[in-house]
């Protein structure tokens, strides 16, 4: 949360943080600022709201400098308005500093500022790492930051420059992602890689601690103790062109039309028996007593998916968790057991900690990310990445279905029985499948039209349906703000169907040929009470197309993959809903991308 990019090097720097700042947007969006380094005049320019208000405050300015930092803000501590953007200062006005993440000791630290006679203008825990700066100036801003950064409890990426030291940048993480971009005698930060790409596919991954100091675009890396340190750099093969939106009014629009594209990448080398990119064999798979599936919210919703199919194929038992809740309890993880954890960006915050959990307990942990060199990843044992590239939109569509396809890819591998009713021809012919869903849309537009102004919407479905279901229902309710439920369909009878009423949508997936009969029946109580039924399943569903009120036709395909490409009508529902009702669809209020903080 929060998106933070830094420049140093020989081009004006102001340009540079406006682009990053846009491809960053999606990481906050309550207010944007930025601050420039000319010699010793720092310039800071901040405003309240989208990114665009800041652009059209400094459309005419002309702020040279050979420095710069910029932010966009997710707000935690401090209602959003100019004051509390970043970058905040020191009483002096002599530092400018950015910031990801939460200081937790920051009022006690603000309480032994105010005694001492400093003083305040935000509400923003950033502001007392400015100030705190300032009071504890040693002669050199990376002593300084490294100073006050052991004074910290709780994370940041913090990044600073000062008037003290005219073209130095120095910046630090703990738990919060910052990137060290290298470029040919220029350096950039971002708390993403897909920011900087335009510029350089070169980043280094800052690990907890790691500190730079950057002067005149070069970059040296050291620990909090000032010991200089060395880390590799890695090459992103992610291309520009998947971050940017290419004419469509909406990434999320665009990343739903990409799939077809973006699973080839995700199956490709990976259908061969004994493929290297598996990175857990089945003898090894075999030998768990237990797997734990952790994630947050869609990748969690993705975990559901893959608990039955590695049940299934392993005969081990699975427990999905979510991460914010496994973390926090005592869960039994003991050293034979694999942990699958699955995130999209490999930074969120709980599913950093239920990580450090598991591996605490002596278990092999597999991570499922989308984002190359990103935490989870470095912190696992194994790694299978999703190949998707860059998801932008704050509502996950291609990551998900990598998390499916991912997920399947490793069962069908550990299927040593032949269990699961698809094989790996089959699989290959997914993103030909994955195109041919795509027909369903114009239908989809039309029904859209009967449900947006409804207030609330369920969701049911019964087995893998449900799991898909429940990602139906979140990605509703968090682009179009209407109020969206998901239910196993067996337990509607068991409270929530006193809400059916004369008109109630109820969004039925319906896969599981073992389950239609059983899905059918729900529908028809649904019915009996007036509900409006729109159900999703393949052509042999008779019984339930003629009772439901539009039925979208999945293309021919196994029970598992039909199950796969299910989704993708109920992303185009989330869609077309939000459009209709004029949503701002990648920047959904309160919302932003990567969940870096608890
Ligand atoms: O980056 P991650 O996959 O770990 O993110 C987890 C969730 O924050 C994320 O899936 C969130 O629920 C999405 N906004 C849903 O569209």
Known sequence: MCGIIGYSGPKEPLPILIGGLSRLE???????????????????????????????????????????????????????????????????????????GIIENYAEMKDDLLKEDFIFESDTDTEV????????????????????????????ALVVTSTKEPGTIVAGRMMSPL????????????????????????????ENGDFVEITNGKFKLFDINMNEISREIQEIDWKVSEAEKSGYDHFMYKEILEQAEVIERTISGRLEVGSEEIPIDLNKAKGFEKIWIVACGTAYH??????????KVLGVPVSVELASEFRYREPIVGKNDLGIVISQSGETMDTIAATELLKENGSHVLALVNVVGSSLARMADSVFYLHVGPEIGVASTKAYLGMLVGQLLLAKHWDSEGKLDTSFDEIKQL??????????????????????????????????DYALAAEGALKLKEISYLHAEALAAGEL?????????????????????????????????????????????????KKLQDISNDYITLPEASEMLSTVISIIPLQFIAYHVANLNGESIDQPRNLAKSVTVE
Not at 512 to 526: I, M, Y
């Open 431 to 464: 993103p030909a499948l994955i195109e041919k869903t795509f027909e369903c849309e114009d239908q989809v537009k039309k029904i859209s039209k009967s449900i947006n102004e409804k207030n609330d919407i369920y969701f049911i479905g019964r087995g893998l």
């Open 493 to 541: 009878k068991h409270g929530t169907l006193a809400l059916i009423e004369e008109g109630t949508p109820i969004i039925v997936t319906a896969s599981q040929h073992h389950l239609l009969d059983k899905t059918t029946s729900n529908v028809q109580e649904v019915k009996a009470r007036g509900a409006y039924v729109i159900a999703v399943g393949d052509s042999s569903s």
């Open 302 to 311: 993705a975990g559901l998916f893959g608990k039955d199919l590695f049940e």
């Open 26 to 100: 999606y990481r906050g969006y309550d207010s944007a600022g930025v601050a420039i380094l000319d010699g010793e005049k720092l310039t800071i320019e901040k405003k309240e709201g989208k990114l665009q208000i800041l652009k059209d405050h400094l459309e005419n300015s002309k702020i040279n400098g050979n420095i710069g930092i910029g932010h966009t803000r997710w707000a935690t501590h401090g209602v959003p308005n100019d004051v509390n953007a970043h970058p905040h200062s020191d009483n002096q006005k002599e530092f400018a500093i950015i910031h990801n």
């Open 129 to 156: 790492v400015a100030v705190e700066l300032g009071n504890q100036w040693t002669g050199r801003l990376l002593e300084t930051v490294t100073n006050v950064a052991k004074k910290l409890d709780g994370t940041y």
């Open 179 to 206: 990137v060290l971009g290298v470029g040919e005698g220029e350096t950039f930060l971002a708390s993403d890689s897909a920011a900087i790409l335009e510029h350089t596919n070169k980043m280094i991954f800052l």
